[in-house]
């Protein structure tokens, strides 16, 4: 029996199992994420820190929120990442245009100095081995490859998921890639701490990555290392 004719006796069979009237369950709406990076003057960084933490807490209590991870760059203290994980769509959307994020853009405006950059994704690969202890390194990369190789780079950063599984420290590893440009990708990883990650950093696996990487990328490769000011 040929692949298309076994599908659609297969089809057939599930039909005929279902109730009479019955209709099938429409299929679910894939999550959503977003990364937003933030930079304010070096002045503004405390009362930043105050809004970010407000606005993170009231994002939790809204539906369809997974997570709101609210990171401070390590080494740029003015320099914050917002990671927003949503349950589709529709609940990101109404966040987006809902009163906490509205009253936080309108507050931060004062004290930014660069643009608001937000940059709504969907989760190519991600592997969790825990909850992130304190102190945990956040690194979040963003790789720009040309149009041609954006293939090649998901099956790469699916490689570089599955290696790093296997190396100890790692807490959390996902990568997510643009809704409005398809061969740009987030890549986000959580290390329990700073020997972890420099472990990671020189592995067989990362190196293999960095490689092939290069010939396709269309900027530089730009990692910036985080921690969670909660």
Not at 24 to 29: D, I
């Amino acid at each position: 029996m040929k692949i298309g004719s076994a599908m659609l006796v297969a089809g057939a069979i599930m039909m005929s199992a279902a109730p009479a009237g019955a209709q099938a369950p429409p299929a679910p709406a894939p999550a959503e994420y977003a990364v937003t990076y933030l930079e304010v003057t070096p002045a503004s960084e405390g009362e930043a820190v105050k809004l970010i933490k407000q606005l993170a807490a009231a994002s939790r209590k809204e539906p369809g929120n997974v997570r709101f991870d609210v990171l401070q760059r390590q080494d740029r203290k003015s320099h914050f990442a917002l990671l927003e994980a949503w349950s589709d769509p529709k609940a990101r959307e109404a966040h987006d245009a809902g009163p906490a994020i509205t009253d936080f853009r309108n507050k931060l405006k004062e004290l930014r100095s660069g643009p608001y950059d937000q940059r709504p994704s969907l989760q190519v690969a991600s592997v969790s081995a825990s909850a992130p202890p304190k102190g945990a390194v956040y690194v979040i990369t963003h790789v720009d490859v040309t149009p041609n190789f954006k293939d090649p780079t998901i099956d790469m950063l699916k490689k570089l998921t599955e290696d790093a599984r296997k190396e100890p420290g790692l807490e959390r590893i996902d990568v997510w890639q643009q809704n409005n440009r398809a061969n740009h990708f987030t890549l986000l990883e959580v290390w329990k701490d700073p020997a972890a990650l420099e472990g990671h950093v020189v592995a067989a696996g990362t190196k293999e990555f960095r490689e092939k990487l290069g010939p396709m990328s269309g900027a530089l490769y730009d990692d910036r290392r985080y921690t969670s000011i909660e």
